[in-house]
C-alpha cells in the first residue's frame, strides 16, 4: 500500500505562485508514476501533469505548460507541484495520485491505485 498526502493549497490572487507537496510513504518504489489530477466544483477531475519516479519523465497538460513545474525528491519520496502565474480557472482541489509504471505517464483517474485526501487551492481574479 502507498499513502500519499497533499499540503501546500491555499489563497492567492491571480498571477501569483504556489506549491504543493505530496509525501509518500508505504511501499513506495521506483517503478511507480506520481500524477497531479485537479478537481473544480461540478467538474470531472482532470489530469495536470504526471512524472515518472525512476526516470523522471515528465507529461503536463496543455493548460499548465510553461505555468506548472513537477519535481520529485527521490530520497524524501517527495513530489511537488510549483505553480506559477495561476488563474482563476486553476482553483479546484488538488490531489496527488500514483499507480506502478516505469515508463508510462496515464493522464485518465482511473488508471491510478493510492490516491491523498486533496488540498484547495483557490484563486482570486
Known amino acids: 500500500q502507498v499513502r500519499l498526502v497533499e499540503s501546500g493549497g491555499g489563497l492567492v490572487q491571480a498571477g501569483g505562485s504556489l506549491r504543493l507537496s505530496c509525501a509518500a510513504s508505504?511501499?513506495?518504489?521506483?517503478?511507480?508514476?506520481v500524477a497531479w489530477f485537479r478537481q473544480a466544483p461540478g467538474k470531472e477531475r482532470e489530469f495536470v501533469v504526471g512524472i515518472t519516479w525512476s526516470t523522471g519523465f515528465t507529461h503536463y497538460a496543455d493548460s499548465v505548460k510553461g505555468r506548472f513545474t513537477i519535481s520529485r525528491d527521490n530520497a524524501k519520496n517527495m513530489v511537488y507541484l510549483q505553480m506559477n502565474s495561476l488563474k482563476p480557472e486553476d482553483t479546484a482541489v488538488y490531489f496527488c495520485a500514483a499507480r506502478l509504471s516505469r515508463y508510462v505517464i496515464f493522464t485518465t483517474a482511473g488508471e491510478y491505485d493510492y490516491w491523498g485526501q486533496g488540498t484547495q487551492v483557490t484563486v482570486s481574479s
Open positions: 508505504g511501499r513506495t518504489a521506483s517503478t511507480y508514476a
